[in-house]
């Protein structure tokens, strides 16, 4: 009887998503996520949570991507908790995977929770870099950021002021402000200047 239990309960999860394809897991996982944000609802927590576990049944099919997003669910508090550590390196998979989201919130991870100051400024740098080479502007503004705080030494006003004139190139509003900023302490010499 221990070994048919055992047997089970080693199969439940490979149950649970043996009728789904990555996409369908994940496109379930949405609709849940849907129905949840829609109007208030009693079932609110267990949507999220049903949303949690396709999301996390994509990943064991081998969708990375998918990881990032249960991760979030957990960190926003409205589905099961899969700790720190977890929702970590389920955000560094996805990152690695591609995913520029994953790529920024990695990098907020890396620098922490002060927005003038990076803990990390050489981990998270990489991550604003291939979010950036994506063409993401938010990637581009978060490294103009990055040049101009001088989270890697000294601040480098050229190359922020250069990154941040991508970034108002691929339509970063924010950016605009920063680069006005940045043009009267670094001049206008930035067309020299790569923002990488």
Request: net charge neutral; glycine share 8%; hydrophobic share 40%.
């Amino acid at each position: 009887m221990k070994f048919k239990f055992y047997l089970f309960a080693l199969l439940l999860p490979l149950v649970a998503c043996a009728d789904n394809t990555k996409e369908s897991c994940i496109d379930q996982a949405k609709k849940y996520e849907a129905l949840a944000e829609g109007p208030e609802s009693a079932k609110t927590a267990e949507l999220f949570q049903r949303a949690q576990d396709k999301y996390l049944c994509a990943l064991e099919q081998g969708n990375e991507v998918a990881g990032y997003y249960a991760a979030g669910l957990s960190a926003g508090g409205v589905a099961k908790n899969l700790g720190k550590d977890k929702e970590f390196e389920l955000t560094h998979k996805a990152a690695k995977a591609g995913l520029i989201d994953a790529q920024l919130t990695l990098s907020l991870l890396y620098c922490g929770d002060n927005p003038l100051k990076c803990d990390r400024p050489n981990e998270a740098k990489p991550w604003l870099i291939a979010a950036a080479k994506q063409g993401d502007s938010t990637a581009y503004n978060e490294l103009g950021a990055y040049y101009e705080r001088g989270f890697s030494g000294e601040s480098d006003f050229n190359r922020a002021q250069s990154c941040y004139k991508i970034a108002i190139e691929k339509g970063n509003k924010i950016a605009l402000e920063n680069y006005k900023r940045v043009t009267r302490l670094a001049g206008n010499s930035a067309s020299a200047i790569n923002c990488f």
